[in-house]
C-alpha cells in the first residue's frame, strides 16, 4: 500500500498488545512517537483479565528510564474498568525531567468500557459545558488518585490516549492542564461549552484516514445533544503522511480513495478487518505513521543504559552465541553450559533457546493441547502471546477448553520442527 507500515490485522485491532515490539528502537525522537507508543503500551493486559500487566509494562518502561504508577477501577469483577499509568523520567538536567499520563482506550472484550462508550447522553462538566457522560464516568474510576500523583510531578508533563483513552486524556486536561495533550483516535468528548474550556492547550489530535471512531458521536443528536472536537485534525492520509488542518474536501476525497484500495488489497483476506473505517483505528497505525513524521515535536532524549532497546527476533533457529547470557539465564529455564560441545548439551540449549523466542514474541507457533478424552491435538496461534485466554475444540470428543496455562515441552515454532525440552 504504501513504504510506512500499515496493518489491516483483527488482532491488532482488537488486541493491540499481542503482537507489540515496544519501543523496538529505544527512544523515539519525537514526543507524539513516544506518547503513541505508550498509548499500545497501556493495552497490555493480564489476558484473559482486564487488569495491567504491570510487569510487562514496567519492564518496558524501566529499559527506556521511566518508574511507573498504575491507577486502574477497583472492585470490578475481572479488573474490567478504567486503566492509566503515569511514567515518571526523573534526570539532572530539568529540560530533561517528564511524565507522561497514557490511558487505556476501548477494549472491545470489556463490557464496561463498551458501555462507557455507548453511553451518548451528557452530564454538566465542573469546568463548564457538558460532556459524554460515559467517558466522565469512566474517568471519576481513577481521578481522585491519579490527580495528586500527576500535580506532585516536576517537569513537563504529557497526556496521551488512544480511544476511549484519547477521551479520557482530553477530560483530564480539562481538570489538570498538561504542558502538551497527544491523542490518537479520539471520540468528541463534549461540546462547544466544554471546548472553550481546553483554549490554550497545546495538543495534537491525531485522526487516521478513515478511522470511524474519530467520527462519533455525531455533532448534533436528539434533544438538543450536541458534540464538537477540541483542536484541529493532525490527519494522516493514505499514503501514512500527516498534515495539520487539511480542509473537508480532501479528507473526503482521500477517505474515498483509501476505501477502495483497502476493499482491493486487504478486506477479502482471512485474519484481516472487513473495513477500513475500523481496521485505521488498530493503534499500530497511529504508531507507525507518528513515528515515522519527523516533524513532530523533537523529545528531549537521555542517555539509555546499554541494550535498553527491545530484542528484535524471528522464526529462525539461531546459534547458542547470538543470544546474550544474560537473555538465557533471566528466562527461568535450565540452561546448559553455553560452551559445552555436547551434541546434547547443543541440542538442549538450540530448544531452550526457541523457546525463549517464542516467549518474546517470534511466531507463528504450534500449541499441543491434551484433551480430558486422551487426544492430543495442535492449534496454530500467531504468536504465544495469543494463547492464554484462547478457546480451543477437541476434534474428536468436541469438548471446549480456554488456555489458561502454557508447558514449555507444549509449544514450538510452527516451522522449526522442534519440540521444546
Known amino acids: 500500500m504504501n513504504a510506512i507500515p500499515y496493518s489491516p490485522k483483527k ?30 503500551l497501556a493495552y497490555c493486559r493480564t489476558e484473559p483479565y482486564f487488569q495491567f500487566d504491570q510487569e510487562q509494562i514496567a519492564t518496558v518502561l524501566t529499559r527506556l528510564g521511566f518508574t511507573c504508577q498504575f491507577f486502574e477501577s477497583t472492585g470490578t469483577p475481572g479488573g474490567v474498568g478504567t486503566h492509566a499509568f503515569l511514567a515518571l523520567h526523573d534526570d539532572p538536567d530539568p529540560e530533561r525531567k517528564l511524565a507522561v499520563v497514557a490511558f487505556r482506550g476501548t477494549d472491545a472484550a470489556d463490557p464496561i468500557d463498551l458501555t462507557d462508550d455507548a453511553e451518548f447522553l451528557q452530564c454538566e462538566w465542573a469546568q463548564g459545558g457538558f460532556v459524554h457522560r460515559g467517558f466522565a464516568q469512566a474517568l471519576a474510576h481513577v481521578l481522585p488518585a491519579l490527580k495528586p500523583a500527576v500535580d506532585k510531578v516536576q517537569g513537563r508533563v504529557l497526556f496521551a490516549g488512544h480511544s476511549l483513552g484519547a477521551a479520557l486524556a482530553t477530560l483530564l486536561a480539562g481538570v489538570r492542564r498538561p504542558d502538551y495533550l497527544y491523542t490518537f483516535g479520539s471520540p468528541r468528548v463534549g461540546d462547544a461549552a466544554f471546548v472553550a474550556t481546553l483554549t490554550g492547550i497545546n495538543s495534537r489530535r491525531f485522526v ?10 455525531p455533532e448534533s443528536l436528539p434533544s438538543g445533544i450536541k458534540y464538537a472536537h477540541h483542536g484541529v485534525p493532525y490527519y494522516i ?36 478487518v472487513g473495513v477500513r473505517n475500523l481496521a485505521d483505528h488498530a493503534t499500530i497505525n497511529y504508531v507507525t505513521a507518528v513515528s515515522a513524521d519527523v516533524s513532530q515535536p523533537k523529545l528531549a532524549k537521555w542517555r539509555l543504559a546499554a541494550g535498553a532497546a527491545a530484542v528484535q527476533t524471528d522464526a529462525k533457529l539461531v546459534s547458542p552465541l547470538e543470544l546474550p547470557p544474560s537473555a538465557l539465564t533471566k528466562s527461568g529455564l535450565d540452561i546448559p553450559p553455553i560452551n559445552s560441545k555436547d551434541p546434547a548439551d547443543v541440542a538442549c540449549l538450540q530448544k531452550k533457546i526457541e523457546f ?44 471446549e477448553k480456554v488456555i489458561t496455562e502454557i508447558k514449555p515441552e507444549d509449544v514450538r515454532l510452527r516451522d522449526s520442527g522442534l519440540q521444546v525440552a
Open 11 to 40: 488482532v491488532d485491532l482488537y488486541y493491540p498488545a499481542r503482537r507489540a515490539k515496544f519501543f523496538a528502537t529505544g527512544l523515539p525522537d519525537t514526543e507524539a512517537g513516544l506518547c503513541a507508543e505508550m498509548t499500545r
Open 208 to 217: 487516521d484516514c478513515c478511522d470511524i471512531v474519530t467520527r462519533v458521536p
Open 237 to 272: 492520509d493514505r499514503h501514512r503522511l500527516i498534515t495539520e488542518n487539511l480542509d473537508d474536501v480532501f479528507i473526503g476525497k482521500d477517505r474515498l480513495a483509501g476505501t477502495a484500495e483497502y476493499l482491493l488489497e486487504y478486506a477479502w483476506r482471512i485474519g484481516n
Open 356 to 399: 525463549i523466542k517464542i516467549q518474546s514474541g517470534a511466531g507463528p507457533v504450534k500449541l499441543t493441547v491434551h484433551c480430558q478424552c486422551g487426544k492430543n491435538f495442535d492449534v496454530e496461534y500467531l504468536n504465544y502471546q495469543s494463547i492464554l485466554g484462547s478457546q480451543v475444540k477437541c476434534c474428536q470428543c468436541g469438548r
